[in-house]
């Protein structure tokens, strides 16, 4: 098939498009490089059934393909509130501009969503059926409410055009090509130990996630692509949560740093809990995770590790 990936070189959509290639597919990557990096493609950059186009999906953009994962959009809370204006665009006019190609050239699309759509939940786990707790006017809404009108899209295409379309909700992700500076925890965190630096913990530490790595996330968005039984929602995580303290602990260990820890002032609206309730995704997919957090982050370790001293 030939594949579309938007954000194809950002950290997830990388190792979505390399996946992609060694299943034998045509991929073409779209990306504007603003929180993302060649250096992530690089290693298939000249791949003969790869292409990169440098394109902001703000603007229309036609190519026939027979699949289109909608993967663009910053992802850290830094980036996406840096301009909240262009994060909702990339969101609602870039989602349907996608949906517009999908309805063009029947193509199957799927949306990168996000836990981010339940907000600061108040139901725990997250089943995909909770709807959420979500400040509509706060800095994380651009983000927030932008991923939730995209879900609102795909589904009015769905219903109104018959698109076929599938949403995933990306819980915590992590793994090697998370940027240096992104700000978030894990590569935060690690980034800090290598370097002998404070450990930055936001609030008191106890605030919880769930992290996933990134090769199993990868697996979980092409098994919700390629079935033919659901649209979804589906959640895509793991459900092994911890809190932000514990994650900071077992990241000094596995760098054997000596690094201390440096409290600072939790982000506002950072939501409290965060676990996937993966039920559907076990279900209907026959989808869950296999690397554990250890050894997922112990190759993360190693990533940044050599990254560092290049
Ligand atoms: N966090 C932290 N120190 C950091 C970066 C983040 O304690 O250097 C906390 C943040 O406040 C949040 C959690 O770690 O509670 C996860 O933050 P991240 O930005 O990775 O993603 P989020 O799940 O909030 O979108």
Not at 34 to 60: C, G, M, Q, V
Not at 95 to 109: D, S
Not at 136 to 152: F, H, L, M, Q
């Amino acid at each position: 098939m030939r594949v579309l990936v938007t954000g194809g070189a950002g950290f997830i959509g990388s190792h979505l498009c390399e996946t992609l290639l060694l299943d034998g597919h045509e991929v073409i990557c779209a990306d504007n490089l603003f929180t993302s990096t060649k250096e992530n493609i690089y290693s298939f950059l000249a791949h003969p059934r790869f292409e990169f186009l440098r394109h902001d999906i703000i603007h229309p953009l036609f190519v026939e393909v027979d699949q289109i994962y909608n993967m663009a959009c910053p992802a850290s809370p830094i980036h996406y509130q840096y301009n909240p204006v262009k994060t909702v665009k990339t969101n609602v006019i870039g989602t349907l501009y996608m949906l517009g190609l999908a309805k063009l050239v029947t193509a199957r699309i799927l949306q990168a969503s996000t836990s981010e759509v339940y907000g600061d939940p108040q139901v725990h786990p997250q089943k995909e059926d909770y709807w959420g707790f979500v400040n509509p006017i706060g800095p994380r809404s651009c983000y927030d409410e932008g991923k939730r009108v995209a879900e609102t899209l795909m589904m009015d295409y769905h219903r109104q055009n018959g698109v076929e379309v599938r949403i995933a909700r990306i819980f915590n992700t992590y793994g090697p090509r998370m940027s240096v500076d992104d700000g978030r925890v894990v590569s935060n965190l690690i980034v800090q130990a290598l370097k002998g630096e404070p450990l930055t913990l936001y609030g008191d530490g106890e605030q919880t996630r769930s992290f996933c790595f990134v090769s199993d996330l990868v697996l979980g968005l092409k098994a919700l692509m390629d079935q033919d039984s659901t649209i979804g929602p589906v959640n895509l995580g793991n459900p092994h949560e911890i809190t932000i303290r514990e994650l900071a602990e077992t990241i000094l260990e596995l760098t054997e740093s000596s690094s201390g820890i440096e409290y600072r002032p939790l982000p506002v609206d950072d939501p409290v809990r965060r676990r996937p309730d993966i039920s559907r995704a076990r279900d209907i997919l026959g989808w869950e995770p296999r690397v554990g957090l250890r050894e997922g982050l112990a190759a993360t370790v190693d990533y940044f590790r050599s990254h560092l001293e290049s």
